[in-house]
């Protein structure tokens, strides 16, 4: 397995999307697509988990065409499942624990009945796809880190909650701490049992252990990159954003092309124009800048500004002569609108924490949706208060996963 340290400055992001218990759950290959790209476009590698690579059976569809044939895609887009090249050329990673081989991983796996096991015959190719580039990680620290996340939520709640309500938060704590090894699916399966054995159970209890399950989903998808000490891409999360009221415009530009941000057209976009566009020094200069971003240091507002002008058009310019002619949705969306995005860099004025945004300015005339990104700076040593450890958020399951966001990973 390639386990090559990458080099210094490699913007490496680990998508969570990919996650089977993911915070916005993916309906249709199609779908997924168009976020694997996206955040294709916006990072040297990204990187998704052993699990994943396995258990998401649209990510299968993706890099599978007897996958592909399994799941739902866009009504009447093409099927594409052609992403292999990005795992066989490093774009797409897989991180494997140490000393454990992906056979290995599903066979365990499916003696513990784990959801959407693939076949035998799928991971023999994407080990074939993905053993040159892969990541390895020490499972037991991120096992260790997923632990402490989920008690240290816990513990955050439980100091504001009263009653039953405690006790149960109480319960799930003492139970998780003497675990070993913590597992996600006994948890659930816990939970489960705790869930019926008063039915009778308020609906303030109901929801304290439906918010641990939330809990350790969020910590389960920040392990992995928490230990990678790499970004980490999911649905925007509103505590992770910049605080609009104390926030102050750096740079701005408001009139260029929006199309890599369609999701409909990036759903659509054929792999080899992916290929071309990641070899754009213009797009280069971008995920630097954007990296810095998300690291806490300000970027060059000059190398910022042009990149991001002349990568747009670049864009523009490909989707235009790939599509052009063609008989479909995609053709029909370039001609019948021109919609313009929304680049910014702002700064909260408090903390000094960096922010990113990238949005379509106006809806579509034929009412689909637009995807959007936030680069973000972790909270580090301007975190507010020793509360943060994203515990009231709301359920992630009601975040939007078209508004994207990369942060820290831990």
Do not use: C
């Not at 680990?14 to 290959?29: F, G, K, N, Q, W």
């Not at 939970?191 to 399950?213: F, H, M, N, T």
């Not at 992630?396 to 942060?407: A, F, K, Q, S, V």
């Amino acid at each position: 397995m390639g386990t090559e340290s990458p080099p210094v400055g490699t913007e490496r992001i680990y998508l969570s999307d990919v996650e089977p218990h993911a915070a916005a759950p993916i309906d249709r290959a199609s779908d997924l697509r168009s976020r694997v790209l996206l955040h294709v476009l916006f990072a040297d590698a990204l990187l998704i988990g052993d699990s994943q690579s396995l258990n998401n059976r649209y990510f299968r569809a993706l890099v599978s065409a007897e996958e592909a044939r399994q799941v739902p895609w866009a009504e009447e887009g093409a099927e594409l499942p052609d992403l292999a090249p990005l795992l066989e050329s490093g774009r797409i990673r897989v991180a494997v624990r140490a000393g454990r081989t992906l056979r290995e991983i599903r066979d365990d796996h499916r003696r513990r009945n784990v959801t959407n096991v693939p076949e035998p015959g799928y991971v023999a190719r994407l080990t074939a796809m993905s053993a040159a580039h892969a990541v390895g990680y020490d499972g037991t620290a991120v096992a260790a880190r997923f632990k402490a996340g989920v008690l240290a939520r816990i513990d955050v709640a439980s100091r504001h909650a009263t009653g039953g309500t405690r006790a149960a938060l109480e319960d799930a704590r003492s139970w998780i701490a003497d675990q070993q090894p913590f597992d996600y699916k006994a948890l659930r399966d816990w939970l489960d049992k705790y869930r019926v054995k008063d039915p009778g159970s308020s609906a303030e209890l109901i929801l304290a252990l439906q918010s641990v399950d939330e809990w350790a989903g969020e910590s389960y998808r920040r392990a992995l990159p928490g230990v990678l000490d790499v970004g980490m891409a999911g649905p925007r999360d509103g505590s992770g954003t910049l605080s609009a009221a104390r926030s102050r415009r750096i740079v701005e530009e408001a009139g260029l092309p929006a199309v890599m941000l369609d999701n409909l057209l990036l759903s659509q976009l054929p792999l080899e124009v992916v290929l071309e566009a990641v070899e754009q020094p213009s797009r280069n200069a971008l995920v630097r800048e954007l990296g810095q971003v998300r690291r806490g240091l300000r970027p060059d507002d000059a190398v910022l500004r042009q990149s991001v002008g002349e990568f747009s058009a670049w864009m523009l310019e490909a989707f235009e002569r790939t599509f052009r002619g063609t008989d479909g949705l995609a053709w029909a969306r370039l001609r019948s609108e021109t919609r313009l995005m929304r680049f910014r860099l702002d700064e909260d004025t408090v903390t000094g924490r960096l922010g990113v945004g990238l949005e379509v300015r106006g809806a579509p005339l034929d009412g689909a949706r637009d995807l959007s990104l936030d680069v973000v700076a972790g909270f580090g040593a301007a975190a507010p208060d020793g509360d943060e450890v994203r515990v009231a958020t709301g359920p992630r399951r009601h975040l939007d996963p078209l508004h994207r966001m990369i942060t820290l990973g831990g």
